[in-house]
């Protein structure tokens, strides 16, 4: 058998069974994606947001500051919603991610027969993005990444298919107002989807204009395009400037804070790194100083920068932590397992290092303890004592924290 005849045979037996066949693909493509679930840190940061919306305490990381520390609107309504209705945010954010992954494989899937003209090039194509690894990975994780996936592919799938079609009287716009609700959604999801969207809704818009006759009907085409995005945009906006008097997120002014921000933007390309911003202050409901100054407006536009991580560069200073009154405070979180005799140096600990070591030479209070907190299977989590609490101490006395002194080797003997 000739490798022609071979190919046209599968083809044949691909076409006669195709149904078939792409129900499996796109069910074993489903349980595949489920196999990698997991959630990470970041997550909880919008989990906290949603958590305080669905109590009634407002779209706050911390009760009674108004700081916009997410980027994922909508994603954090769903959330909010969820835990209304009485589920587990991280279950719900499962159900959401789930089913965004879905609506992207069917999108990219219509995306691929339209471009290609062939079902069978359009399942190859789904086969390829569904057995992607991160891809299916970020199926789940807890953030807004599949929703957001799904809504820039499905506005390109629509765009696409208007495109495609023979324009006639009259048709048309309902298509265009789809299209411009869903672009809406996908920037409320995630700012960054405005460039993806926004070369298809140029095309979008010159071929209201070219492909008519009657100014009056490319008109009227311009108006479904651009009227849903408009309103839903603009409100979301007037909300923002109402709510937390800024027009961009907190976010912006900790991850763009100089020119350079295009270079370690590429850099980041090649890191992924999440911090204890999430987790912790959202099981804990403690008031929480991101140490990133993700969540905190002050860090985020007057706190010292450091060579770090991309968008990872701002931080505190001793004396704002101070004047603050933290008590606990940690960075990336350190374990340990065995106990070590000893004091504890602040050379050995993240945050202190950067913190003490470029707020002016600002040294940590005399007498500074560390804590040795219990977690789970004999770790415990090592943090700073930086002011006394009552509480603080009494959970000492009552769960039997280890107290460990804190030295530096660079003071002078």
Known sequence: MNRPAARDRLASFCERHFTVLHAAVFVALLVLAWLNHFVQDDAFIAFRYADHLARGQGLVFNLGERVEGYTCFLH?????????????PIAFSYAIGMASFAGTLWAAFGLARTLSGSRLIALAALVLLGTNYTFSAFATGGLETQLHTFLVTAFLHLGARILATEPRAGSGAARLALCSLIGALAILTRLDALPLILPMGLVLA?????????????????????????????????????????????????????????AQGLYYLYRFVTTAAGAIPYYSRLTT????????????????????????????????????????????????????????????????????GLAEGRKFPAGLKALEIPIDRGYRLVVLYLTPSPAVDRAIREHGWRVREVADRDAPQ
């Open 289 to 356: 100083i991101d140490m990133l100054g993700l969540n905190d407006r002050w860090i985020a536009q007057h706190g010292l920068t450091r060579h770090a991580t991309p968008g990872h560069r701002r931080q505190p200073t001793l004396d704002y932590l101070l004047e603050r009154r933290v008590n606990l405070m940690l960075g990336h979180p350190r374990l340990v397992w065995e106990e070590t005799p000893g004091p504890l140096y602040v050379q050995e600990y993240p945050v202190p290092r950067y913190v003490a």
């Open 206 to 262: 010159w071929d209201a204009f070219a492909r008519v006759d009657r100014w009056r009907e490319a008109a009227l085409r311009w108006l479904a395009l651009l009227l849903p995005a408009a309103l839903l945009l603009g409100a979301w906006t007037a909300w923002k400037l109402a709510y937390y008097g800024a027009l961009l997120p907190n976010t912006f002014y900790v991850k763009v804070e100089s020119r350079a921000s295009l």
């Open 76 to 88: 954090v309504l769903l959330i909010a919603a969820g835990i209304r209705l009485g589920f587990d």
